[in-house]
């Protein structure tokens, strides 16, 4: 998963990550802290990771 976003994000030459996990999901934080992690190391571009409970408006916006 970390590969895939990642790849997509260079090749949509992106300028910002926004990641988040979401609280719902029962292995949340084995994602959280794997793929973050992962991103976050891995990133040619700042990251920006955000806690579920701040996004839901913003969210719902995006869809």
């Avoid at 292995?27 to 959280?32: C, D, L, P, T, W």
């Avoid at 991103?39 to 579920?52: D, E, F, N, R, T």
Wanted: glycine share 2%; charged share 15%; proline share 6%.
């Amino acid at each position: 998963m970390a590969e895939t976003i990642l790849k997509q994000a260079h090749a949509q030459k992106v300028d910002l990550l926004i990641i988040t996990a979401s609280l719902d999901y029962p292995m949340h934080e084995f994602f959280k802290g794997s793929y973050t992690k992962q991103i976050l190391s891995h990133a040619k571009v700042p990251v920006l990771s955000i806690h579920p409970s701040n996004t839901s408006p913003l969210i719902n916006q995006l869809r």
